[in-house]
């Protein structure tokens, strides 16, 4: 199975000229697609452009939504539905990213209801994020497996009783939390560790052998392969990186074919 390099642009950038700016990057660079799935998170309102920016490069990039609602459709002000995003030929939606955990008060319960909507509305597949705080890392390795364990089994709570869930249709991302945006990421040894655990859990769980689970926190150019070259993690999530267009065009001649 391939590994997948998801780029997620959080709440950036405010204009569309850096937008068109950062997508060149991807222009002329051999990207070995035996190997890796590239996808990309920016902002839903820039999905139209980027899609047709794709579309002009002929590069084979897949979309992701950063996130989306639990429910199909109603009375929710602001939110997007699964379904909204499959019109547009997403591939991928985040869920559960830490800072929808700690800035929007997500729960494990809500992370799973927003899987549960997205394998509802066909194609698609969750990234579901899963990681530690520093405080719990700093209590030591059955602290750390414990955090693992509970959010794993949340999200994936009756996601397995529909036979659609398979290997392919849910992926994990592996963010310490500690490591998201504070440049201090994680090394490959610690996340290694923590993913083998994600893998045991769900197979040991729901009968579910090689589900992807992928690495982010401070992720850049530097550490990219540190962390793809390990046969236990299947890609990487990339945040702050991925909008700056020299370093997202360093991170992605790394992938070259």
Avoid at 191 to 206: C, P, Q, S
Wanted: with cysteine; proline share 3%; charged share 25%.
């Amino acid at each position: 199975m391939k590994k997948l390099i998801a780029f997620n642009w959080k709440m950036h950038p405010n204009k569309l000229k850096d937008v068109e700016g950062v997508l060149m990057a991807f222009d002329g660079v051999d990207i070995d697609l035996d190997t890796y799935e590239i996808a990309i998170a920016p902002p839903a309102v820039y999905l139209p452009l980027i899609s047709s920016v794709f579309y002009e490069l002929k590069a084979d990039i897949s979309l992701a939504l950063q996130n989306c609602s639990w429910e199909h459709e109603g009375a929710l002000t602001g939110e997007l539905s699964a379904e909204m995003g499959k019109n547009f030929g997403i591939d991928y939606v985040i869920v559960g990213h830490s800072e929808r955990r700690t800035y929007f008060g997500e729960t494990d319960e809500m992370v799973n209801a927003k899987a549960k909507a997205v394998l509802g509305a066909g194609i698609m597949a969750p990234i579901i994020c899963v990681g530690e705080s520093l405080t719990i890392r700093n209590k030591g390795k059955a602290a750390i497996r414990q955090h693992i364990k509970k959010q794993v089994i949340g999200a994936m709570k009756n996601l397995t009783s529909d036979k659609v869930v398979t290997n392919k249709r849910v992926i994990f991302a592996y963010e310490p939390i500690w490591a998201i945006g504070t440049g201090k990421a994680a090394t490959p040894e610690q996340a290694v560790e923590v993913i083998a655990y994600i893998k045991e859990v769900i197979e040991a769980n729901y009968k579910l052998s090689g589900v992807r689970v992928l690495y982010g926190g401070s992720v850049n150019a530097k550490n990219i392969m540190e962390f793809v070259g390990q046969d236990a993690i299947d890609g990487a999530l990339v945040g702050g990186a991925s909008v700056d267009k020299k370093e997202l065009k360093n991170i992605l001649k790394k992938l070259h074919s």
